[in-house]
């Protein structure tokens, strides 16, 4: 029995030991579920710890950028590069005279958007400026308008005084910088050979633009720091322009006003459209005057537009009777005829359906060369053209450099027209030896005539005398026709003048040789010449026998004559008066 208790103790035991063993192991078990929760949980905080310090770290990247941006956005606001216009170069005369200089100015500019009442400033700034004119006062008020616009122009190139009064307001953003004013002190005289700047000082015609380079200069510069109402702190780096260069011209500023002077009353006491004049040294090709008229008053350009250009360069024309010196000269050279040679002239001449007339009514006479030009008869000139015939006629015509420009230093300079062999009609050896059917320049005619006057000599017309240190005096020259046939013709025109139809040219004490010009005006699209419309012209060279100035006159569509005889002669005899005595030419 003993036995069998114990047996069953061993066996009772042993189930409870399996169940402590059991418990323990439910233990064990529970132990290691609690642990695994424990380290998830630590690495989920680890995680989100990781997450947390990617975001600030990104955050605080995005910070640092935008503070850089911000830095940046700032310095740009607070520092402005500033352009410092150079000072242009002044035009002067022969003499030194002021034709176009810089005058100081300043330009009023604004910052739209540091503007708190934009309207209340854009009238507080017309008030100041005194911009009284509706457009120019709407146009500020738009341009001040804009929310965001980090820069609009007030005023360009106003008057020191007015900018200052602008300043004085003490808006935020609105300040000034330096320019200049172009000025014309002749206001309005040379014009069209002077040209105009426009407002930002770019040469835009004429000298101003033919030199606009040598005038500009180059720009400097400077680097400042302003305050945020825009005011200027201090400056950081500066670079300072270099003035444009003084451009030096032939023209006599006394000799080129009288010249207008003249003009605008043969304009006037004519009723005539317009009319232009040169003045050039036969010798050095230098021009002394060169007028248009009517003038651009004030060297207020675009006003009238037709009358803008120097047309003593820029329009062609057709010549008439003046270009009979280049036939005659061209059959002299040729040896076809002597100025004694002598031609039976009947009243008329008709080829093909184009018949010839001379100025004023005559008979059947007998001319000598001379007389032909001391008379102008358009039928000997006819006949000495026809003598010449086409290829020596069109050889001449080259040869005194029709057809392509003289070279003068100006822009826009034409050509002129002269019709090829091959385009000529049957009609065209009748109207192109007395100067018709065939188009010229003011200056060509100028440059032909003075060949003549510098016995046989052509030399390149020139406006320019000097640009900045460097003298402009080469004078270009080539041969056209030997001496004595200059000398010849010379004295032909003499007579033409002393007993001719340029007796209006006359001055006492000196010799004056010319010859007149009644030009029919070609109608537009080839219709043929016009019945009322004429060009009178005259040019002449003084003293006759040894030349120091040629003058020439073209008036357009005068009313009361049509006669270069009674309409330009006389103007050419007071501009050359009042040159010889300018310049000091004896008797």
Same mark, same amino acid.
């Given at each position: $029995? ?13 189930? *409870? ?22 380290? *998830? ?49 002044? @035009? ?10 810089? !005058? ?15 309207? &209340? ?42 900018? !200052? ?9 609105? *300040? ?12 309005? +005289? ?78 006037? +006491?004519?009723?005539?459209? &317009? ?8 010798? +050095? ?44 000269? *061209? ?36 001319? +000598? ?29 080259? &040869? %005194? ?17 002269? /019709? ?12 192109? /030896?007395?100067?018709?059917?065939? &188009? ?8 032909? %005539? ?13 406006? @320019? ?15 056209? @026709? ?9 004295? $032909? ?21 010319g010859k007149t010009g009644t030009a029919e005006k070609a109608l537009p699209g080839g219709g043929g010449y016009s019945k009322t419309d004429y060009v009178a012209s005259f040019i002449g060279m003084v003293p006759a026998d040894h030349p120091r100035l040629v003058v020439l006159v073209a008036v357009d569509s005068p009313r009361t004559s049509i006669y270069g005889g009674d309409i330009a002669a006389p103007a050419v005899q007071k501009i050359m008066r009042f040159a010889l005595q300018q310049l000091e030419i004896a008797p």
């Open positions: $029995m003993a036995a069998g208790v114990s047996g069953r103790r061993r066996a009772t035991g042993r189930r *409870g030991g399996g169940l402590r063993s059991l418990s323990r192991v439910a233990a064990r078990g529970g132990g290691l579920a609690g642990g695994r929760g424990v380290d *998830g949980r630590i690495r989920l905080l680890r995680f989100v710890f990781i997450v947390f310090l990617v975001l600030v770290g990104g955050k605080a990247v995005a910070l640092a950028s935008s503070s850089e941006n911000l830095t940046r956005i700032a310095l740009e606001q607070q520092t402005a590069s500033v352009v410092l216009p150079a000072r242009r170069g002044a @035009i002067l005369d022969r003499n030194g005279r002021e034709l176009a200089v810089g !005058k100081p100015a300043l330009t009023v500019f604004a910052t739209p958007y540091l503007l708190d009442d934009r309207k &209340a400033a854009a009238r507080s700034l017309c008030v100041a400026l005194q911009i009284t004119k509706k457009k120019e006062r709407r146009a500020l008020e738009k341009a001040l308008a804009a929310p965001r616009s980090g820069f609009a122009y007030v005023a360009r190139i106003v008057d020191p005084a007015l900018a !200052k009064a602008a300043l004085a307001l003490d808006l935020p953003g609105v *300040g000034a910088y330096d320019e200049e004013e172009r000025s014309y002190p002749l206001k309005g +005289s040379a014009a069209q050979v002077l040209g105009f700047a426009g407002v930002d000082g770019n040469g835009l015609a004429g000298v101003e633009m033919e030199y606009d380079e040598q005038l500009a200069g180059v720009a400097g510069s400077e680097v400042i720091v302003r305050d945020p109402a825009g005011h200027t702190l201090r400056t950081v780096r500066e670079t300072q322009p270099a003035s444009g260069q003084t451009v030096r011209l032939t023209l006599d500023e006394d000799i080129q006003y009288t010249a207008e002077d003249v003009l605008e009353h043969t304009v006037r +006491s004519s009723s005539a459209t &317009a009319a232009t004049a040169i003045v050039m040294d036969p010798r +050095s090709g230098e021009i002394l005057a060169m007028a248009n008229v009517p003038k651009v008053k004030d060297n207020a350009f675009g006003r009238k537009p037709a009358f803008d250009r120097n047309r003593c360069v820029t329009d062609i024309y057709e010549p008439g009777s003046i270009f009979k010196l280049v036939t005659v000269s *061209g059959a002299l050279a040729d040896g076809l005829v002597k100025p004694g040679t002598k031609f039976t002239l009947p009243p008329s001449l008709t080829l093909y359906d184009r018949t010839i007339n001379e100025s004023h009514a005559r008979g059947t006479v007998t001319y +000598s060369v001379r007389e032909i030009l001391q008379w102008s008869s358009n039928v000997g000139a006819v006949t000495i053209g026809m003598k010449m015939g086409k290829g020596r006629l069109l050889k001449w015509m080259d &040869a %005194f450099g029709f057809a392509r420009p003289t070279g003068v230093d100006f822009p826009g300079e034409a050509a002129g027209i002269v /019709p090829p062999a091959a385009q000529w009609s049957g009609t065209s050896i009748v109207n192109i /030896p007395m100067g018709q059917g065939i &188009a010229v320049t003011p200056i060509q005619m100028a440059v032909a %005539f003075s060949t003549v006057a510098n016995n046989g000599v052509a030399v390149k017309p020139r406006l @320019i005398a000097q640009v900045g240190d460097a003298v402009y005096d080469d004078v270009v020259k080539r041969r056209v @026709i030997p001496a004595s046939v200059a000398r010849a013709v010379r004295s $032909m025109l003499a007579t033409a003048v002393a007993a001719g139809t340029g007796a209006k040219a006359q001055i006492p004490g000196y010799e004056v040789a």
